[in-house]
């Protein structure tokens, strides 16, 4: 079977940094991804790791690691407006196919 | 230029009722996806469609469900005989068709629509 694991919620203070994490089981990896989706609104794509290592995009980086089937989301300088829930998901077929998402973690950033 | 659209944005029906739930993907986008989403959970994949090849239905829960893609564009979800169980965000994705392999994993979401079955 597949399954994502991430936490639940996670609490941190406008400015600081935050790691969210995933680890998956699936029967193939074909790359992992983020989205973020605010109260509300349609998911949007954050970040896309297919081999190890971090890929950083502003404030925002993402971090691979194939063999401990781990990845995590970090988050910098964080603002109110980051206040989201964040789902990893992973492809385990290559090519445009369904992507299987994590439960997703709700972000609160507070003053 | 525009993105994927839903229609309607919010329904409510009652149990046993028939929905159709459209999705219009972003032009040339040859890959298009239904997802479910409950409160407070993930999204759940429903069905895939990929060019003129046959849809991936895996994800359906039941036979009450179906979809269809037009012309390889506009794509209809209908749930038959809805149940309370059924209540839940619908979501569809579509992405650019590219070579197996290559990055092309980003899919981009339509609002939604939210469906209440009484």
């Known amino acids: 079977g597949q399954s994502l694991e991430q936490p639940s919620e996670v609490t941190a203070v406008e400015g600081a940094i935050v790691q969210i994490n995933c680890t998956y089981q699936?029967?193939?990896?074909?790359?992992l991804s983020w989205y973020q989706q605010h109260d509300g609104g349609a998911p949007t794509f954050l970040s896309y790791?297919?081999?190890?290592g971090l890929e950083e995009t502003g404030r925002f980086s993402s971090f691979l690691s194939r063999s401990d089937s781990y990845g995590y989301l970090l988050l910098q300088e964080l603002q109110m407006k980051d206040s989201a829930s964040y789902f990893c998901?992973?492809?385990?077929?290559?090519?445009?196919?369904?992507?299987?998402f994590g439960k997703g973690t709700r972000l609160s950033v507070i003053a | 230029g525009a993105g994927v659209s839903q229609s309607p944005s919010n329904k409510v029906t009652e149990k046993g009722k028939d929905v159709e739930l459209r999705c219009d993907p972003i032009?040339?986008?040859?890959?298009l996806y239904w997802y479910r989403q409950s409160l407070g959970q993930g999204l759940e994949f429903l069905i895939y469609?990929?060019?003129?090849?046959?849809?991936?239905k895996s994800g359906l829960p039941s036979d009450r469900f179906s979809a269809e893609r037009t012309g390889g564009s506009v794509s209809t979800l209908t749930i038959q005989r809805t149940q309370q169980e059924d209540s839940a965000v619908y979501l569809c994705?579509?992405?650019?068709?590219?070579?197996?392999?290559?990055?092309?994993?980003?899919?981009?979401f339509g609002p939604g629509t939210r469906l209440t079955v009484l």
């Open positions: 032009s040339g986008h040859t890959a």
């Open positions: 998901a992973v492809r385990d077929y290559s090519g445009n196919t369904p992507l299987v």
């Open positions: 790791n297919a081999l190890d």
């Open positions: 469609f990929q060019g003129n090849s046959a849809p991936d």
């Open positions: 699936t029967s193939g990896f074909y790359g």
């Open positions: 994705a579509s992405s650019p068709g590219a070579p197996s392999g290559s990055r092309t994993d980003t899919q981009y």
